[in-house]
């Protein structure tokens, strides 16, 4: 049977956690980086792939 979540732990809020996704991923930090702070897309799919991927 194939579990649901399998992979967060017990009693996490689903929403939160899309919703934090929802603000690393969406176009308004890609901007603030890129045009704001100078970063080009390679660093910021570095370190968003790196963020997303870290174990907490």
Known sequence: MHR???ALPAGID???LAES???LTGPHL???LTTGRGWN???HENGLAGT?????
């Not at 997303?52 to 907490?56: F, R, W």
């Open 30 to 32: 890609f901007t603030q």
């Open 21 to 23: 996704c929802w603000v």
């Open 41 to 43: 897309a390679d660093t």
């Open 52 to 56: 997303l991927a870290a174990p907490s």
């Open 14 to 16: 689903t929403a939160y």
């Open 4 to 6: 649901r979540n399998a």
